[in-house]
């Protein structure tokens, strides 16, 4: 097992998740690649969605550089690929996601982005068995395991948290937008996460900047105590049903 076992199992006491939580690392050089553990590199060029289904469903520890990513969505926030006119324009969303080239544009533009050229590859696994310090950490699950982990994390901070989305691209959500505030980030699964990355219609994502997990687990655990739960935990009643069923029965007998 890996470094962050432990951390694992604190999640998954809290969380009961179906898949590996997974820790995700960006890299400055693609060289780096050769020092991670265990990796794993796709023969064939796949989207960048699809190394975190290896590592959350398989447990896999996969690599990934611009040269093997074919979501070009992906590249650009990230930043590995510099924002092309063609982008900038509105191409990608102008009629499949919005109507007009004007709303496109506005679309592309709040586009969360990582500054061109900082980094140029990107390495996930599952949590529990690698070895490198993760930037973030991300779990797919269901809403109120989400939930759990909103709970947990407004244990200490209060307030509300505020969700931001275009619904495409959500590696820009669940990567970029973490990576450039610093906080916890909730985003639906993108088309290309639930076509080529398998994840489920129920699924929500969570991205949790890796410096402020403990204090999640922290608040979870607090809030588990109070009776906060997952799994939820039921208020069983009496089936009123049940009730007159048997008081008919019971006459139909002496009957």
Same mark, same amino acid.
């Given at each position: 097992m890996g470094k962050w076992? %432990?951390?694992?199992?604190?999640?998954?006491?809290?969380?009961r998740l179906a898949t590996f939580p997974i820790a995700v690392k960006l890299l400055k050089d693609k060289e780096e690649l050769k020092a991670i553990k265990f990796l794993k590199k796709s023969e064939k060029k796949i989207a960048?969605?699809?190394?975190?289904?290896?590592?959350?469903?398989? @447990?896999?520890t996969m690599g990934c550089t611009m040269e093997d990513n074919l979501c070009p969505l992906a590249n650009i926030a990230? @930043?590995?690929?510099?924002?092309?006119?063609?982008?900038?324009?509105?191409?990608f969303f102008v009629g499949r996601y919005n109507e007009t080239k004007e709303?496109?544009?506005?679309?592309? !533009?709040?586009m969360p982005k990582i500054p061109y050229g900082k980094f140029s590859a990107i390495v996930s696994g599952a949590l529990n068995r690698v070895e490198f310090e993760p930037d973030f950490i991300m779990i797919w699950g269901n809403s109120a395991q989400i939930m759990r982990i909103i709970?947990?994390?407004?244990?200490? %901070?209060?307030?509300?948290?505020?969700?931001?989305t275009f619904c495409d691209g959500v590696c820009a959500d669940t990567i970029a937008k973490a990576y450039l505030t610093e906080e916890l980030q909730i985003a639906?699964?993108?088309?290309?996460?639930?076509?080529? @990355?398998? !994840?489920?219609d129920t699924d929500?994502?969570?991205?949790?900047?890796? @410096?402020?997990?403990?204090?999640i687990i922290e608040g979870m655990e607090k809030t588990h105590k109070t009776?906060?739960?997952?799994?939820?935990?039921?208020?069983?009643?009496?089936?009123?049903?049940f009730v007159k069923l048997k008081k008919q029965l019971d006459k139909a007998k002496k009957d």
């Open positions: 076992n %432990e951390l694992d199992k604190k999640l998954n006491k809290f969380l960048l969605c699809q190394i975190f289904s290896y590592s959350r469903y398989y @447990g896999w990230l @930043g590995f690929e510099e924002p092309y006119k063609l982008f900038l324009e509105g191409a709303a496109a544009k506005k679309t592309t !533009a709040t709970q947990g994390f407004l244990w200490k %901070e209060g307030g509300r948290i505020t969700m931001s639906f699964p993108c088309l290309g996460d639930r076509r080529f @990355g398998m !994840a489920k929500l994502i969570a991205s949790i900047p890796f @410096g402020i997990v403990d204090s009776g906060t739960r997952y799994p939820i935990p039921y208020e069983l009643s009496t089936p009123e049903f």
